[in-house]
């Protein structure tokens, strides 16, 4: 069976990339766009940046900002309802996997109404027709999802993530700007870049994992390990290297899948509320060592990406507990807590194991996994 790679028709990297947005939106013919953007980004002027460059080339648009962290079926629903309303020809989504994932699912629907049942799209939904043209500004340096075939919205009913993977939805346009991310506070530039990290990580050692992925993933790697310090103390360089490398890592993880870490972090966000990016940070280096035996000699070239040295003449053993040291040291230097003891009720692990291992990211585990063993790393994490 042929390997499938799917990418943005046009990316744009570097300071002053969101001044193109204008550029792509009239040469593409578009009118009016409806903007994606979530409060906190409205209320701390950032999303504004972007309504700036709309508004200084006359561009017409629409502001949409009901959308939660964790977005929910009733924040698409609405979106949706908005979108029909206000005579819109376009999407701009501004903001982290948040506010792209919500435009991802009004897009989907408004053209294949036939899904307008947001449940119905969970897993690979068989859509007919691409979705309503995104333009894709992340604020983030996390969660790649401007260059992604997939998108997460929340069951508030159910308490659970519905993880959603369609080529129909990837973003036309990604406009990578470091200076949309410079205003991130130091906790939330640790978790996404941690996250960042982890698609790299997962997204190499995948089921699906093939040369093309690989190259990706490891140059992803070194770039997050150099610069996440950094971004965490609003270096330019920091910022910089982040917004690149975590753009790098979605290239490669949105064509070949991940794994049991995002399938553990999913129920965490939908129950509990949890930052996706801290439950992916918490959860990482304890999973990389319970897939460690599935993984061949992946670990010493992780290793060797995040700077350790002497891999080459570590056995097995060594250059794999490494790759693992490595990961939580970076995660403990950038802040990130050591545990779920403060996020996970002991009497929720069934139904967190159990929705997780439901979860669309488990088949791509490199390691065959089951209830038992998904509840035994839970249980080792409290």
């Not at 989504?93 to 307008?116: H, R, V």
């Not at 799209?121 to 996390?142: H, R, S, W, Y």
């Not at 770039?223 to 890592?249: D, F, H, P, W």
């Not at 990482?284 to 990406?305: F, H, Q, S």
């Amino acid at each position: 069976m042929a390997n499938r790679f799917i990418l943005n028709e046009t990316s744009y990297h570097g300071a002053g990339a969101i001044e193109s947005i204008a550029d792509e939106a009239k040469g593409r013919g578009f009118k009016k766009a409806f903007v994606c953007s979530d409060p906190d980004l409205v209320k701390f002027g950032v999303t504004k940046k972007v309504l700036d460059v709309l508004e200084k080339s006359g561009l017409a648009y629409e502001l949409y900002s009901d959308i939660k962290p964790n977005p929910t079926i009733e924040n698409v629903q609405h979106g949706v309802n908005a979108f029909k309303e206000a005579g819109v020809d376009y999407l701009i989504a501004i903001g982290g996997g948040s506010s792209m994932d919500t435009a991802k699912a009004i897009g989907i629907i408004i053209n294949n109404p036939e899904f307008e049942d947001v449940r119905s799209l969970e897993g690979v939904a068989d859509t007919k027709n691409k979705c309503v043209p995104i333009f894709a500004v992340p604020t983030t340096a996390g969660t790649a999802a401007e260059v992604t075939i997939n998108y997460v919205i929340t069951d508030a009913e159910k308490d659970r993530k519905m993880v959603c993977v369609d080529p129909h939805d990837i973003p036309v346009v990604a406009f990578v700007d470091p200076d949309m991310m410079s205003s991130m506070p130091k906790g939330l530039t640790a978790a996404t870049g941690m996250d960042a990290l982890t698609h790299a990580i997962e997204g190499y050692i995948t089921a699906g994992a093939w040369e093309l992925s690989d190259m990706f993933h490891l140059k992803a790697i070194e770039i997050i390990s150099k610069n996440l310090r950094g971004a965490v103390e609003n270096t330019k360089e920091g910022r910089e290297g982040m917004a690149l490398g975590q753009y790098i890592a979605g290239m490669g993880f949105s064509n070949v899948g991940l794994g049991i870490v995002h399938s553990m972090a999913h129920p965490l966000g939908a129950l509990y509320d949890t930052p996706h990016g801290v439950a992916n940070a918490i959860i990482l280096p304890t999973v990389m060592a319970y897939n460690a035996d599935a993984t061949g000699e992946k670990y010493r070239e992780i290793a060797k990406a995040m700077g350790v040295e002497g891999t080459d003449s570590m056995t097995q053993e060594e250059y794999r507990k490494a790759a693992v040291e490595a990961v939580r040291t970076l995660g403990q230097e950038v802040g990130i807590p050591a545990d779920l003891k403060d996020i996970v009720k002991k009497e929720d692990i069934p139904f967190l194991a159990q929705s997780a291992f439901d979860d669309a990211c488990r088949p791509g585990n490199p390691k065959e996994t089951s209830v038992a063993d998904i509840t035994a790393l839970y249980e080792s994490l409290i």
